[in-house]
């Protein structure tokens, strides 16, 4: 035999084991009684930093649940498929969970682009589907069969918003991303910005990969009467807009998106973040939260446990998968059945669910269920998050 | 008797039809179906690439950028110009069409690298377009596409789009092998091999090049129109760079020149992530592996070497 032929039937006999791994990979596991739940993340790929913490939380809680008896005497069997950020992938995969391994409900969809991709699909199917994304299109209009843990962009700004109407500023400059999440974030807050009387003075955009936003700032500082600056976007080009904002000496307060609630933010800006205000999910200063804080228990559980677990620093998007597998386990408690109508019906009566956004009161009319004392006001001191009062 | 049904325009057709007809008794369930149905869109747009790349041998690294034009015809007309969804995938056609006939003169002049580079350029200028027009598009979020109605039928189920997905590939397939064999596709033959010695013989070369190209992306344009009304969902991925890679390499793995080979390049590689979740982690690097072992092996694709073979065995 020669190289050239051995080569080729090692290539075409690997070919044929994936293809028997698959078939047995298809039949294993069907015959104990378990409760099959799905999940469709952006575990690599480009929103890998949503789908990644999103993974290892449900893997995590799905086990301890498992070991602490299962849901209804019946174990929980998670399976997670990876969409790479595609939302075309999303949706074969998400016909997978349906038609093939028949799941009874998903807790899944790291984007709004992959999430909307898999909705008429379960909306087809009559399987509840409660999405990790934030985007307000997700559940307006309400869908009956779909739901989301996570606060949306307009809800980001009307908190940012109320901040400012309490500090008396009015008249504010909008330097926004042009990616998905500041394109997006832009347009909520100039929708609402008239019904807590804010005045948009100035509206500037940059582009993902820009380094210097100097030009977009200096137009805003020149605005007639500018009391403050808003900044919704992701990434690092809000920590830019944060240090070009301190060089030009703008003297009226900055304000952040929930975009960039994590550490870098701060280390990446550095001394210019000392004073900058953002809306964050509590998770991001469990510690600091008073003892008397009903979401005490629950953010300081959750974060303690996902560090030990994984020993890296916890983050919101993992929280929202917690949120979402939580909701979708007391719902299957209540309902006392695995069946996708009455766990969708048992979702839309949660009432008082205490999660990592915060409580989560669900009605026909009314899909997330959260409101604006899920979000915490912060403000950057001394290179760490304060709770503003 | 038999030699006609050795034609690939008779023979093949059939088998592919038969192929079909095969698949859908066969499916277990919906999945199946959903993953035959990306298969057949995708082989669409190979079918006519395959003419391009295999038979002018004019690289295109920009072809998902008529996919995507397509799908986003499909998705944008109707909302915002009233274009009533069925007629939207054709309107789509024609004018992905005419750019493509307007492009094709300045970028086909270019060889090699240089094409390969201003066809990527195309590529990513309609993905551009496509991510910040947000008020028409959705921005990189994407849009809902309306539901295809036919005499008031809402279009949406498996069996449906499948049998849609079978009867145009087929009609694609039809017309590819007729063009193929018509004094065009030896004129594209000749350019492939020489173009200094076709254009020596008297054909127009820049005339059929351009053919070849309007060609390619007008089907690449309707698989994207169908691949929005079946999903639903249209995001600027489809139009993405990487997109445009993935049907090159269907193309080249299933056997260049081949109009039945880019089929199953396709479908072998649509399927193949789907055969390989199970392994997850590793994905990346079997596929990885079994495109080097196809590339180092069989250099010329599988479709061709595998017939090869047969006839190498039948010889001795």
Redesign the interface.
Known sequence: MSL?TF??AT?AT??LV??A??AT?LTAGEAAAQIRIGSVLSITGPASFLGDPEDKTLRMYVDRINAEGGVNGEQLELIV??SEG????A???A??L???DEIVAMVGGS???TT??MV?LFE?AEIPFISLAG?I?IIEPVNPFVFKTPHTDRMACEKVFEDMQARGLSRVGLISG???FG??MRGQCLNVAEAYGIEIVADETYGPRDTDMTPQLTNIRNAQGLQAVLNPGFGQGPAIVTKNFAQLGIEVPLYQSHGVASKSFIELAGAAAEGVRLPASALLVANQLPDDDPQKQVVVDYKTAFEAEWNRPVSTFGGHAYDGLMILVDAMRRAGSADPVAIRDAIEETTGFMGTAGEVNMSPDDHMGLDLTAFRMLEIRDGDWTIVQ | MSAWLMQPRTGGLLLLAAVMVAIYLAAPNNFYLDVAIQIGLNAMVVVGLNLLIGYAGQISLGHAGFFGLGAYASAVLPVHLGVPPLAAPFVGMLVVGLLAFLVARPVLRLKGHYLAMATLGLGLLVFMLLTNESQFTGGPDGMAVERLRIFGERISGKDWWYLITCVMLLLSVWLTLNLIDSPTGRALRALHDSQIAAQVAGVDVARFKVIAFVYSAMLASLAGSMSALYSGFVTPDKAGFLHSIELVIMVVLGGMGSTFGGIIGAAVLTSLPQFLTVFAEYEHMILGAILMAVMIFLRRGLLPAILDALRRRRLS
């Open positions: 050239m080569l080729k290539a690997s070919a994936a293809v791994a698959f990979g498929y990876d595609d939302a075309n992938k949706r074969t995969l016909t997978r349906i038609e093939d984007t709004t682009g909307m991709a008429p087809d985007g299109v042009t990616g998905g394109k997006s």
